[in-house]
């Protein structure tokens, strides 16, 4: 079950698995206090680097919510909006910004004297450090998901005219490569599951957008699908959603093909042909409820 809380304006969501991998992380050796000590330091620093995006987001009109979860935390925006370049780019920098900022409060607001010289005091001093200011700037290399990565992603599409997320994709995968064989010199294992996770991650993503740029042109024929559709003309949609469905790679082209597919074969009464492109769609997507009122009028006239 999720912990959710508000700060403010801002809604703020806690999955289990934050706390597991932070256990996880945190298990070095058999001081309960340690640990206990180390769990407050990743929640309240996580917590601070999500509160810098969200709080420039904020500024810029945005309405932020914040998840923390098994792989650190997200910001995202219940409403997404068109933003120019460099407020991107600014809110992607406020997150590790606010990591510095709170590593500079420790370090000469509170000052070392604060803490005790031993024990759990430099524990936490240390850590303090270490995950606002250490993970900061390890958060600011050029490789996708980290905000440094989204950094680079939009000078890149700035550049290119929104043409810049294979080259981003590319160099991280560069830089997480790196990443791997740096890590496995330094014996961080942890550091190198990571990075290898990176590698899939944007390998995936250079597929999605392939598929995306396969699948682009197909868009006027939706179009056109659609206004056939408007005007009860069956057998043009069935023409033109036909080619689509089969031979679109992405899965939200195929999936309002195989819609328009549906609806086309009701209008021509193929119920059973209906009720296959509806079984046919991909993984994730639910027919429409018109598309389903449709199907049951006709089945029971």
């Known amino acids: 079950m999720n912990l959710s809380f508000r700060l403010g304006k801002i809604p703020v969501r806690i999955a289990p698995s934050f706390f597991v991998m932070t256990v996880l992380l945190g298990m070095s050796g058999t001081d309960l206090r340690v640990l206990v000590a180390w769990i407050a330091i990743v929640f309240v620093s996580v917590l601070v680097h999500e509160l810098g995006h969200a709080t420039m987001g904020l500024a810029f009109g945005l309405e932020p919510k914040i998840d923390l979860h098994g792989m650190g935390g997200t910001t995202s925006w219940a409403v997404p909006r068109e933003l120019s370049t460099a407020r991107r780019i600014a809110i992607s920098l406020a997150g590790p910004g606010a990591g510095f900022a709170a590593a500079a409060l420790v370090r000469f607001g509170i000052g070392p004297a604060a803490f005790p010289p031993a024990g759990i005091g430099a524990f936490v001093y240390r850590q303090l450090l270490a995950v606002n200011f250490e993970w900061g ?143 046919a769609l991909p993984k994730g997507y639910s027919p429409h409820p018109s598309l389903l009122e449709l199907r049951a009028s006709l089945a029971g006239s």
């Open 137 to 279: 700037i390890l958060n600011l290399l050029p490789m996708l998901p980290l905000d440094g990565g989204n950094v680079m992603a939009q000078g890149l599409n700035a550049l290119t005219g929104g043409r810049g997320e294979r080259a981003a994709r590319v160099v991280s995968i560069a830089v997480a490569g790196l990443a791997i064989v740096a890590a496995a010199l330094f014996q961080s294992w942890w550091g190198a599951l990571l990075a290898i996770s990176f590698v899939a991650t944007n390998w995936r993503g250079l597929k999605e957008l392939s598929a995306r740029e396969h699948d682009a042109p197909m868009q006027a024929a939706l179009k056109l699908a659609h206004d056939a559709l408007d005007a009860k003309d069956g057998a043009l949609v069935l023409e033109l959603a036909r080619p689509v469905a089969l031979g679109s790679r992405s899965a939200p082209v195929r999936a309002e093909a195989l819609h328009l597919l549906a609806f086309g074969f009701l209008l021509e009464s193929r119920v059973a042909d209906a009720d296959a492109a509806i079984a």
